[in-house]
């Protein structure tokens, strides 16, 4: 079977080096397995997205040389195919009209927090057989028992009670589908074969593996990349050196620097430091990916920056420091729909 990868970042921001090695780590299993590496710009959150991320966003990939194949997949022009598929599983009983207020919600959560246990919906809506009003959601039905085991190709097995699991909303009371059902059926028409990403999407695979289930369709292979951290442990930030990709490229950094210190940061083959293009893919496997998470170090990255430097000969070092690379930065293409 072919395999098939995907980016598929919210342009409601610029693209930070987490976002970055995602994508490479996407690009080059595509790469190694002979396969395609595709973008999908997950831009339905009509409010947040924006153009300018859109174009930052490529500019960026294409900076890194990360290219991806065929057209860019824009999820808002899909809009109407979840909208489809979450009719569907209505029809088939597998999901249901919800007409629970916000009040409603807000009780069972008041009523949850005085018990002091988790809240999740309590799924009241799931047998009522006449409509009650025109204004509801669609939940989908998540299994009344048993387990659910994800074979994560990173992770290892994970698995999750469906009873902690709640009744997910897959379309919105103003007929928009959630992330949730957008990214499955998308994944699924894209013929995605393996989803790479981030750990923190971890619950949502377990949420998404039930429409694939529901739906009778084949479950992509998943694999958890464990985040970066700051070198404190926290949350990745500014005040830790690390910036936008792009902010990269005007500080001078080179991409085959960031590449190879993306690179390493999370996935290893024996104690190499440095890798050329070809060799990257060449070596690139899921099983070198490390389950612990990451510590971003900005003078290791500007240690690998000066490996690349040193290696550049006097054009290309005074191509870079001329202002015409500075006038590149602000070029302008045009990747957003
Ligand atoms: N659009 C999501 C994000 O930017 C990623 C979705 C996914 O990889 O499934 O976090």
Same mark, same amino acid.
């Given at each position: 079977m072919t395999v098939i990868t995907r980016f598929a970042p919210s342009p409601t921001g610029s693209l930070h080096l987490g976002g970055a090695r995602t994508a490479l780590f996407n690009w080059l299993y595509a790469k190694n397995q002979g396969g395609k590496f595709l973008l999908r710009i997950e831009d339905t959150d009509l409010l947040r997205s924006k153009n300018e991320h859109k174009e930052q966003i490529c500019d960026s990939l294409r900076w890194l040389n990360l290219n991806w194949d065929g057209d860019i997949v824009y999820q808002s022009k899909n809009v109407s195919e979840h909208v489809k598929i979450a009719n569907l599983l209505l029809d088939k009983g597998l999901a249901y009209k919800c007409y629970c207020s916000v009040e409603d919600l807000k009780k069972e959560k008041e009523a949850a927090l005085k018990k002091k246990i988790p809240y999740q919906?309590?799924?009241?809506?799931?047998?009522?057989? &006449?409509?009650?009003?025109?204004?509801f959601v669609l939940r989908i039905k998540v299994p009344d028992t048993g387990l659910l085991k994800l074979e994560d190709r990173i992770q290892g097995s994970v698995t999750v009670d469906y009873?902690?699991? &709640?009744?997910? @909303? @897959?379309?919105?009371?103003?007929?928009t589908p959630t992330y949730m059902l957008a990214v499955v059926v998308d994944d699924y028409a894209m013929n995605i074969s393996d989803i790479i990403r981030g750990d923190d999407h971890l619950t949502n695979t377990f949420k998404q593996i039930i429409i694939y289930n529901a739906l009778e369709w084949k479950v992509p292979k998943f694999s958890h990349i464990p985040l970066i951290y700051g070198p404190d442990g926290s949350?990745?930030?500014?005040?830790?050196g690390a910036q936008s990709v792009l902010d990269y490229k005007k500080e001078r950094f080179m991409p085959e620097a960031l590449n190879n210190y993306l690179l390493r940061l999370g996935w290893g083959h024996k104690d190499k430091e440095f890798f050329s293009v070809d060799e990257a893919i060449k070596l690139f496997? @899921?099983?070198?990916?490390?389950k612990s998470p990451s510590k971003f170090d900005k003078i290791k990255l500007e240690s690998v920056n000066t490996y690349y430097f040193k290696k550049l000969n006097s054009e290309q070092v005074l191509n870079i420091l001329s202002p015409k690379h500075k006038q590149n930065d602000s070029k302008k293409t045009t990747c957003f729909n």
């Open positions: 919906y309590s799924g009241k809506c799931r047998n009522i057989k &006449e409509p009650l009003s025109d204004k009873n902690n699991l &709640e009744d997910f @909303i @897959i379309l919105r009371s103003d007929n949350k990745l930030s500014k005040r830790h496997n @899921i099983e070198g990916i490390g």
